[in-house]
């Protein structure tokens, strides 16, 4: 290919067309054009490189490694570079994965390294510029010595975007922080009717997508360049990194309050790993002063009876009787008396957390040793938030907060008492429900996006698809194999390893309370209420079988007793195994019907099955779809049920009333197994539903694109060459 063609296809390269034309024509001499299939992974996260890419043509996707999950963090399109670390021999730091089919220029570093040496330009315009100064006026860096911020920057980079590009997308879940280095920007924002509303102008030095940088959120707006704009980006991988080998930086980073607080929450018990803690807090300090006013009433009352007995009672008189040590006695304990009241108070008032995420609200309510219960709230459930403040309430800044779901006869509710402030917490719960409802809306933008490129034909990356293995010789199986295969062996493999049997000889001090199969998990009750209901028929058992060892003894001949003769031995031993048996099968009843009592939930229902005897006389049956869950709620009461672990989950659902899974081991584990099984099927319902919905709009769309391009082709083919006037002349002699 001759050189000026190649410098026309530079020039197409939005950072690149700023190079003056000798620059170019020596970069068209070494650059080569290559071609990726759609899925081909071009660049790989942590491999060294050698090669810048610039893209001619098609679409690429850029992906971290978050939290040990693959995370996209970008989308590259036409114009576009990536891998300039590696013509500073810095390793990959994401994945780069070909979309569509894409066309590139590739230019390797030892060609780079040539070039820059007769074009010191080059090296700005590749590798972009210092960018320590542009890092120390960023807020969230201002702590940063000048050491830092160097090292800092070896860990970012650069990025050049033409004019109406969009640098971020509202709802995609962001890892990364971008700084303008040049060029100006406007961020909108999607409300939750679909309508785009700006919110911010960006200019140079401003920065954008701290949230997702150091929690890791969904982006709340769409960056869009207004002219070409030239931006710094920093990868949360790269900061972990950076923060890893200088941990004294933590403390020093100017956040925002608001991510402060999310980043220090601690988390809770049954939280998601993708769910993030936006506000966790405890009930305002009037309740604690509500629940010691009681009895710091009761130890007023007795310092004043203190008191009075030491001037009436253990005055002169107590010291002539040497009766002193009695009141030290008495006042050490209310002192005693005092701290431990107050101790106990406040550290029940500290345990008691409000807690709003991205995903649910949660109450968690804790009684030192005794008492403990979750109640939980979807956010896409909240229908209603009513705030009640009372004349010191409004003083102190505290309220209490209804949270109501929707559903018939009202929906359920949660109540939240000395909420601090209340306004501050009614407006984040409000806020997240319109988080979720644009980031639902952004969603679906982008899957109809998506299905209409699919349905029109255009090459998009897809998820592959487990097809028949090509055909071959069939390789001939050996006996093993085929004894592995066999139905018999299979059925007697399972039994001896899945059966109740071979669980209890491999735990025998633990039955059965948990049982996980494919689709669904089945809880029985406690191990506890086990031993309290088999307790009583076991040492029955055991005292009778004891009873039928000694008589046995003695009919033998082995022990003598009471000079009782062997007749009266055998006649016992025939007693007590004839009353073994009943015995027995107490026991067994019991062991039975703790079996029989079965909570399950599967991808699609939860069911409570009571069995009120073991032989199946009597089975009460309820399920109720998850869809139908409105709120969940575990409760542990009592100092022996938080020792054990023991407590009732409390299921409320609409139209099939109240589910209560009673006495089940880790109840907190068990709701949080429920509410994530209810919110897995609903975004399942909704993605079935959206996909129906979007493959009748794509079909329009198809019909509609057919239709244009067929005008299109009939009036291109007119404009070329005018239809014939047929008929025109016959009419004209027909006339004359």
Avoid at 29 to 48: F, H, L, M, N, S
Avoid at 62 to 80: E, F, P, Q, W
Avoid at 467 to 493: C, D, F
Wanted: charged share 25%; glycine share 6%; aromatic share 8%.
């Amino acid at each position: 290919m001759n050189s000026p063609e190649m410098i026309q296809r530079l020039k197409r390269i939005t950072r690149l067309s700023i190079l003056p034309d000798d620059v170019l024509a020596d970069l068209a001499r070494v650059v080569t054009a290559e071609r990726y299939a759609p899925g081909t992974e071009i660049c790989k996260e942590g491999e060294p490189g050698d090669k810048l890419y610039a893209i001619e043509f098609g679409d690429v996707l850029v992906r971290n490694t978050v939290k040990d999950k693959k995370v996209i963090v970008a989308h590259l399109s036409n114009g576009d570079v990536f891998g300039e670390r590696a013509l500073a021999d810095l390793p990959r730091t994401a994945d780069v994965i070909a979309e569509t089919t894409v066309e590139t220029l590739g230019l390797h570093r030892k060609d780079y390294q040539q070039l820059v040496q007769k074009h010191p330009s080059l090296e700005r315009v590749l590798l972009g510029p210092e960018v320590v100064p542009l890092l120390g006026q960023v807020p969230l860096f201002s702590g940063l010595s000048q050491e830092e911020l160097t090292a800092l920057a070896e860990h970012t980079g650069v990025l050049f975007y033409p004019p109406g590009r969009h640098v971020v997308e509202q709802g995609v879940m962001g890892t990364t922080m971008y700084v303008v280095i040049e060029g100006d920007l406007v961020a909108y924002r999607l409300d939750e009717r679909g309508r785009t509303r700006p919110v911010k102008a960006l200019k140079k030095g401003d920065a954008f997508g701290e949230t997702s940088l150091l929690v890791g959120e969904p982006r709340d707006a769409t960056v869009m360049t207004k002219t070409y704009a030239e931006l710094c980006y920093l990868h949360r991988p790269e900061f972990d990194d950076f923060l890893d080998a200088h941990p004294n930086v933590r403390n020093r980073l100017q956040m925002r309050p608001d991510i402060k607080r999310k980043r220090i929450a601690r988390p809770f018990p049954g939280q998601n790993e993708d769910e993030i803690i936006v506000i966790m807090d405890s009930k305002h300090w009037m309740a604690f002063l509500g629940a010691i006013a009681g009895p710091a009433l009761w130890l007023a009352l007795g310092a004043v009876a203190l008191a009075v007995m030491n001037i009436l009672w253990l005055g002169s008189a107590g010291e002539t009787m040497g009766l002193s040590w009695l009141s030290t006695a008495l006042t050490m304990l209310w002192v005693l008396a005092a701290v431990t009241v107050s101790a106990w108070h406040w550290v029940d008032w500290r345990n008691d957390f409000y807690i709003v995420t991205t995903q649910r609200i949660v109450h968690i309510e804790r009684v030192l040793l005794r008492v403990q219960t979750t109640d939980v709230v979807p956010i896409r459930q909240v229908q209603n938030i009513d705030l009640e403040q009372d004349l010191l309430g409004e003083i102190l800044d505290y309220g209490h907060i209804r949270v109501t779901t929707a559903g018939p006869a009202g929906g359920a509710s949660m109540d939240l008492e000395y909420v601090d402030e209340p306004d501050a917490f009614q407006h984040t719960i409000f806020q997240q429900i319109s988080r979720a409802q644009y980031r639902a809306a952004v969603a679906e933008r982008a899957e109809l996006r998506r299905a209409i490129r699919h349905t029109m034909g255009f090459s998009v990356l897809e998820e592959e698809v487990e097809g028949e293995p090509p055909p071959g010789e069939k390789e001939r199986p050996s006996w093993i194999v085929l004894l592995t295969q066999n139905r018999l062996a299979k059925r007697l493999h399972k039994t001896l390893t899945e059966s109740g049997l071979a669980t209890f000889l491999r735990r025998p001090h633990l039955p059965r309370q948990e049982i996980r199969q494919d689709d669904r998990v089945i809880w029985r009750k406690h191990w506890g209420i086990f031993l309290k209901v088999t307790f009583r028929p076991l040492l029955l058992c055991l005292a009778i079988f004891g009873l039928i060892l000694l008589a046995a003894a003695g009919w033998l001949g082995s022990i003598t007793l009471f000079d009782f003769p062997p007749s009266m031995f055998r006649t016992a031993l025939l007693v007590l195994t004839l009353g073994f048996i009943p015995a027995l099968g107490w026991l067994l009843w019991e062991v039975e019907d703790w079996r029989n009592d079965l909570y399950i939930v599967t991808n699609t229902h939860i069911i409570d099955i009571e069995r009120v005897t073991p032989i199946l006389l009597r089975e009460t049956k309820r399920q109720a779809s998850l869809d139908n869950i409105q709120n969940t709620r575990s409760s542990t009461k009592g100092f022996w049920a938080n020792l054990l672990k023991l407590g009732d989950v409390i299921i409320e659902t609409a139209g099939e009333g109240t589910f209560e899974f009673k006495q089940v081991r880790h109840p907190a584990r068990v709701q949080a197994e429920i509410d994530k099984r209810r919110e897995a099927y609903r975004a399942r319902q909704r993605r079935e539903q959206d996909e129906r919905q979007r493959a009748d709009m794509a079909k329009w769309f198809s019909v509609y694109h057919d239709v244009i391009r067929e005008e299109e082709t009939r009036a291109h083919w007119q404009a070329r060459e005018p239809p014939p006037q047929i008929g025109i002349e016959g009419s004209e002699q027909d006339e004359s």
